[in-house]
T-cell receptor, first 111, second 114 residues
């Protein structure tokens, strides 16, 4: 089955700096790669996603890149703000099969 | 549109007991998935139901079971509770059109087994 590895497990950045979280996947057939943000006491919330036919996608301060050959994808957050502090999960899936999540990255933005 | 609703929010049980958790998906969503979240293991997939049928299953023992009703509401049951079952149990619904994408999560049920 699919295996998703995510790093780093924790990340501290100064407010205004950029943050990068990286994930690798094992199943070359996976074609959908979402990122979720989980704030304290809440369930994960989808913040951005990318499909295998696209190399990069941006939404304001967040962007995701995908390298299908290397089977890795990354989340980039620019101009970080304190409200970006949360746990971020990457995931991979294909078709109607289960969605496999990474272990999560705890991001702390220091004011 | 109302979000995914999970009840109860908190639950305390003792070893050997059983527990039933409930999930009401977003209206119109036909797929419901369950995940176990623990600090060291992240989000572990339990099972997914679509139109009252289990479509996917994770690697959990048979003590963990679930079902889905005709209105898409879902329940999961854990029998003979063990200390290691203490976790946050998350339910997610999806419109599931074209694939298992765009999961919408509830706030979860925090289960503590004493």
């Amino acid at each position: 089955g699919e295996n998703v590895e995510q790093h780093p497990s924790t990340l501290s950045v100064q407010e205004g700096d950029s943050a990068v979280i990286k994930c690798t996947y094992s199943d070359s057939a996976s074609n959908y790669f979402p990122w979720y943000k989980q704030e304290l006491g809440k369930g994960p919330q989808l913040i951005i996603d990318i499909r295998s036919n696209v190399g990069e996608k941006k939404d304001q301060r967040i962007a995701v890149t995908l390298n299908k050959t290397a089977k890795h994808f990354s989340l980039h957050i620019t101009e970080t703000q304190p409200e970006d502090s949360a746990v971020y999960f990457c995931a991979a899936s294909k078709g109607y099969q289960k969605v496999t999540f990474g272990i999560g990255t705890k991001l702390q933005v220091i004011p | 549109k109302a979000g995914v609703t999970q009840t109860p929010r908190y639950l305390i049980k003792t070893r050997g007991q059983q527990v039933t958790l409930s999930c009401s998906p977003i209206s119109g969503h036909r797929s419901v998935s369950w995940y176990q979240q623990t600090p060291g293991q992240g989000l572990q997939f339990l099972f997914e139901y679509f139109s009252e049928t289990q479509r996917n299953k994770g690697n959990f023992p048979g003590r963990f079971s679930g079902r889905q009703f005709s209105n898409s509401r879902s329940e999961m049951n854990v029998s003979t509770l063990e200390l290691g079952d203490s976790a946050l149990y998350l339910c997610a619904s999806s419109p599931s059109q074209g694939g298992n994408e765009k999961l919408f999560f509830g706030s979860g049920t925090q289960l503590s087994v004493l």
